[in-house]
């Protein structure tokens, strides 16, 4: 934990600070730990006052207490504009992350205006993502909810920060549509000297990837943690590890200068590998559940409306006809996509004779065998075609060295 600086903040000096235009934003870079390039950025908010630098968890709690959140947010906006058209300048096109706290979130006009920016010639929804924290839930407010319907609505991107600190956060998961999680710091500190931590990310990287959302990583620090991460499967990486938060200037000098950092498509590989598996068991599980429980009436559950048949719309099929074609001078590759499809079906079918009127259970099982038999052997080419990767890799690296 940095230590905080002894500074006596008022409104008044905030007020005054805006007045003086004495806040700024540095830019904190994020990249994808599959291609290991830098794929966006968050804004960090600053305030130079009489030379010094008072860091934001001091001002950020005086601001929001007294009711300036908006008014900061609304000054503010401006330079995070200008500070977007100057990345973009470089030549880079990234989406920039930028954090709004709950009090901005409890008044209509921040959200208006983030709005109009999107909707401006300048810049669009998909340039912008907000970082917002589970708070948003734990204050019963309609406007919150209204904001927040309003952002995604524009097409700007959703994030939880801070995940795995507080005490609600899964619930808050299925209450917005996010489609970021940012682990928090704390829990990626502690994950390479706890096996207890390391299974929590574990853990919350299994629940993302089921629910389609995906991760960042914060304060990666080493690079034993960037490694560990990116073998989980997490999609993103921010930390000192890369870089610490830039002023603007600097940022762009970053993006001319450094090079990418190294990017493995293993962790995605086992990631797809482990929903694949995941598949098999909720189907399997789907018709457990019930057929145990002979006092419900044979309606598809949650778990069943949940689960994609669609061989191409599923995760792994969006990948397979995706990012997945690099992989086709793969024998496996090829053919992975007959025995999928056939995975697929197996599981529709199952599921379509289970919830039947009259289901034959000694039928259904000999389909859960197909399944299982299909299930098997995707299993079996996705571990062939990670191999392959490896080996290609491992030639690469040679040729390289040589
Ligand atoms: P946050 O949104 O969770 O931001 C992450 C904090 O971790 C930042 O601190 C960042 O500089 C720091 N950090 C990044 N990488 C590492 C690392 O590898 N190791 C360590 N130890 N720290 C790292 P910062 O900039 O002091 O911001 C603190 C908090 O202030 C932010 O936490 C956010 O809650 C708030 N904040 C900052 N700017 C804004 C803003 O513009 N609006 C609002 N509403 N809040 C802001
Ligand atoms: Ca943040
Ligand atoms: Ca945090």
């Not at 950020?60 to 009711?67: N, R, S």
């Not at 500190?189 to 931590?197: A, D, E, F, I, Y």
């Not at 048949?309 to 074609?325: A, I, V």
Request: overall charge negative; charged content about 25%.
């Amino acid at each position: 934990m940095t230590p905080i600086p002894d500074v006596d903040v008022t409104a008044a000096d905030i007020l005054d600070g805006i007045r003086g235009d004495e806040f700024f934003y540095c830019y904190q870079p994020k990249t994808s730990f599959e291609s290991g390039k830098l794929v966006g950025a968050e804004a960090l908010m600053r305030w130079r006052r009489n030379g010094r630098l008072i860091p934001p968890g001091i001002f950020i709690p005086i601001a929001e207490a007294t009711g300036l959140m908006p008014t900061l947010f609304e000054h503010m906006l401006p330079h995070f504009t200008a500070d977007i058209l100057s990345i973009r300048g470089t030549g880079v096109h990234i989406p920039i992350s930028i954090n709004v706290s709950t009090e901005d979130l409890k008044v209509s006009r921040p959200v208006d205006l983030l709005h109009e920016l999107v909707t401006s010639k300048l810049i669009e929804g998909q340039d912008v993502q907000v970082e917002v924290t589970e708070s948003i839930v734990l204050v019963d407010n309609p406007q919150i909810k209204k904001s927040v319907g309003r952002l995604v609505d524009s097409g700007i991107k959703l994030l939880m920060d801070d995940f795995g600190t507080g005490y609600s956060s899964i619930d808050v998961l299925s209450r917005f549509p996010f489609s970021y999680v940012k682990m928090d710091m704390g829990l990626i500190s502690r994950m390479t000297g706890s096996l207890k931590n390391y299974r929590i990310v574990k853990g919350i990287l299994h629940l993302t990837r089921d629910l389609n959302i995906k991760t960042v990583a914060e304060g990666v620090e080493t690079n034993g943690a960037y490694q560990t991460l990116q073998m989980m499967g997490c999609t993103e990486a921010q930390g000192y590890f890369i870089s610490p938060p830039l002023a603007v200037a600097d940022f762009n000098a970053f993006l001319a200068e450094t090079a990418p950092l190294p990017g493995t498509q293993i962790g995605t590989l086992f990631s797809l590998q482990a929903g694949l598996t995941s598949h098999r068991k909720s189907i399997v599980g789907t018709i457990m559940c019930h057929h145990g429980d002979s006092s419900t009436e044979p309606e598809p559950s949650a778990m069943e409306q949940e689960i994609e048949h669609d061989p191409k719309n599923c995760r792994f099929g969006k990948w397979y006809y995706g990012e997945g074609r690099a992989f086709q001078d793969h024998a496996a590759y090829h053919a992975l996509e007959a025995p999928h499809r056939q995975m697929r079906e197996a599981g529709l079918k199952i599921i379509e004779a289970a919830y039947s009127d009259d289901p034959d259970f000694g039928e259904v099982i000999s389909m859960i065998r197909d399944l299982n038999d299909h299930g098997s052997k995707v299993d079996r080419l996705m571990s062939e075609l990670i191999e392959g990767y490896l080996i290609d890799r491992n030639d690469r690296n040679i040729s390289a060295a040589a």
